[in-house]
């Protein structure tokens, strides 16, 4: 089983690879000036309130590394651990998950690419994420991704998405809520405080434990974080 998987893998790297080469500099050339143009005009149409890579907390930025993208500065649009995993998940349940996508990858799904959930979307966006990863520095990746994301109940981007839930800029933001917030984006709905503030809770202290696991903060100022009483713009401590 572990020969089958390596074999599956392996073969799948060096084919996406090679589909990356052809498609470089034909039709994914352009991909990082499409990102840009795709990310503008959502926070255009959405009103939303974009963020400056320097003004995001590096608080937020680091919860969102740990959490989404463990390996985002190591990696080249996508990662091949998570691949590998995502690919035999794929295999076993013959549908395509969402499992292993990178921050750059779904940068590519929530501008240039559909939400459908086929195996064809799916290695285009790798495909994509590593050509835009040679047309787009880290930083600028990250800080697209982070105005476009969504965060539920209509907020785009961290900034709205801190004044929908909190009634304040994200650089307002304690590590109790920046470690909330950054829980969201992976199931807006499910994690909703507003409806679920117990599963918001509990998706908090997978993020503190990502942030201590990455050592970004102390097991102390996690624990605190978690103990500290989350108050939203409705002004109902919770």
Do not use: C
């Amino acid at each position: 089983m572990k020969i089958l998987k390596n074999l599956v893998l392996l073969i799948f790297v060096v084919g996406l690879l090679w589909e990356s080469f052809l498609l470089t500099f034909s039709t994914v050339y352009p991909i990082a000036a499409q990102v840009r143009q795709a990310a503008a005009t959502k926070i255009h149409a959405r009103h939303s309130s974009y963020m400056k890579y320097g003004d995001i907390p590096g608080l937020y930025k680091q919860a969102t590394i740990a959490t989404e993208d463990r390996r985002f500065y190591e990696h080249f649009g996508i990662d091949i651990m998570g691949v590998g995993r995502s690919l035999f998940t794929d295999i076993q349940n013959r549908q395509p998950t969402e499992g292993g996508s990178t921050i750059t990858q779904q940068l590519i799904r929530n501008t240039v690419l559909t939400q459908e959930r086929t195996l064809s979307r799916k290695v285009k966006e790798m495909i994509l994420a590593i050509a835009l990863e040679r047309f787009m520095s880290k930083q600028e990746i990250l800080e697209l991704y982070l105005n476009v994301i969504y965060f539920g109940h209509g907020a785009f981007g961290v900034e709205q998405a801190s004044l929908v839930y909190f009634g304040k800029p994200v650089t307002s933001l304690s590590l109790a809520e920046i470690s909330l917030l950054a829980g969201l984006p992976q199931a807006p709905t499910v994690y909703d405080p507003y409806k679920a503030m117990g599963l918001a809770k509990q998706r908090q202290q997978q993020v503190l434990s990502n942030l201590v696991q990455s050592h970004y903060i102390t097991p102390e100022e996690a624990k605190q974080a978690a103990n500290t009483p989350i108050r939203l713009a409705n002004n109902k401590g919770l």
